[in-house]
Structures are given as structure tokens and as C-alpha cells.
């Protein structure tokens, strides 16, 4: 059943508030309001055909949520978190191939994460930076690539061994299903980029009082809250 209430997309909510920024910062130049910039102006279109890509492009959250995508579709593609789910949430018997599949795919991960604890955390392993710190290290920056990697490797173990997955085919699309699933998040996210970067070019924040580092908190904060609501939506 539908609700009566009518609620905006996402997307729909941060164009808005972009469109609201562009026109404050518009008024807000006219009546000289501290060093609030027009986005409306010349300059402030110029702006925004040379940043609107680039803002997008180099958001962290972009570049992590699609590097997570690749390997968490293939454990949902597997079914490995329907068959968790069957166990977990609905106590349903799963068949003695699934189950043995589980096991060698919790083997394989268990394996994986004792891997990297032994080149990450014993003293000037390969993981570590030059200096035998954690700190601008392999490990540190590729944090995200290993998880990856590592979730997306017990996946494939339990599509093999549940009859899942018959060739590469299988594995290349789990690793797109995701995308497809939470296609409209990316579209979400780059309204959310486009209202911020907006934000702090016209000085608004500033000219409101605002401390620059809370925005950035709650940008933060923006970027992955959708996407953890859309993980709870039915499909």
C-alpha cells in the first residue's frame, strides 16, 4: 500500500538545495553579506562548468563505495548472504552443499585476513610504509581494495563449491550486480557533491558562522547515509 504523503527523492532534495544556495548567494552578493560569492554570476558559472565533474570524480566516497561494490557483489551474487540470511534470520535448514560451501568460504577468508594481519602488523613487512609505519602504508591506502578483494575471494570459493558459479562469467557478473542494484546512489551522491562544493565556494558557511570542519563532517556523513538506507529498501 502507498503512502499518501509525497517525499522527494534524495537527488531531488539536494538539487533543491542547491538551487536555494545559488539563489541565496545571489542576494547575498547584491546586499554585500561578508564575502558571500554569486554562483549565479559569471565567475560563479565559470565555476561550476570547470569544478562540476572534477568535485565529482575525486569524492572519496565514490571511489570506495565502487571498489566495496566489486567485491561484496560477488558474495551477493554467490548467495552467500542469502544463505546466512535463511540461517540467521529465518532459522530455514540449508542443504549439506551449501553448508560445506559456507565452511571452505569462511576457510578461504580466515586464511585471507591471517595473510594480511602477518604482512601488516609484524615489524617492516611488505605491507608497511618505508619508515615501518602504518601511516601513508600499502596497507593504509589500499585498505579498502583489500577488503575488497578478500570478501569478493570467499564469495567466489562459495559459488564454486554451492554450483553457483559455473566460469568467469558468474564472477564478472557479481561484480556488476551491485551497480546495478544501487544504480540511482550515484546519482544521489553526485547531487550531494554538487551542493556542497557549491556551499563552500560562495562563502555562505563562513558568512553564517559555520566552522568548516563541521560541513565537512556532515558532507561525510551525506555520502554514505543514502546508500545505508537503500540497503534496507525492498527491491
Known amino acids: 500500500m502507498k503512502s499518501k504523503y509525497y517525499f522527494p527523492h534524495t537527488a531531488t532534495v539536494f538539487f533543491l538545495l542547491t538551487v536555494a544556495v545559488a539563489l541565496f548567494s545571489w542576494i547575498g552578493s547584491i546586499y554585500g553579506l561578508g564575502k558571500v560569492q554569486s554562483l549565479l554570476s559569471p565567475e560563479g558559472i565559470r565555476w561550476e562548468l570547470r569544478h562540476a565533474m572534477g568535485n565529482f570524480v575525486q569524492t572519496p566516497a565514490l571511489g570506495i563505495v565502487m571498489m566495496l561494490f566489486l567485491g561484496f557483489g560477488i ?45 601488516t602488523f609484524a615489524p617492516w613487512t611488505m605491507l608497511r610504509s618505508v ?35 559455473r566460469d568467469d562469467k558468474d564472477i564478472i557478473r557479481g561484480m556488476s550486480c551491485l551497480f546495478s542494484r544501487f544504480a540511482d546512489y550515484f546519482v544521489v551522491l553526485f547531487f550531494i557533491v554538487q551542493f556542497f562544493s557549491s556551499l563552500m565556494y560562495t562563502n555562505l558557511v563562513e558568512w553564517v558562522g559555520i566552522d568548516s570542519y563541521i560541513v565537512s563532517y556532515v558532507f561525510h556523513i551525506c555520502c554514505y547515509l543514502p546508500f545505508a538506507w537503500m540497503l534496507n529498501r525492498k527491491k
Open 131 to 165: 619508515t615501518g609505519s602504518l601511516t601513508n602504508s600499502p596497507f593504509q591506502k589500499g585498505i579498502y581494495y583489500l577488503i575488497s578483494f578478500g570478501v569478493g575471494l570467499s564469495g567466489m570459493a562459495f559459488g564454486y563449491a554451492s554450483g553457483r558459479f
Open 75 to 119: 558474495t551477493v551474487h554467490s548467495g552467500v548472504w542469502g544463505t546466512l540470511g535463511r540461517i540467521v534470520k529465518r532459522g530455514k535448514p540449508i542443504s549439506r552443499k551449501e553448508k560445506r560451501a559456507l565452511i571452505l568460504a569462511g576457510c578461504m577468508l580466515l586464511v585471507y585476513i591471517i595473510m594480511i594481519i602477518g604482512t
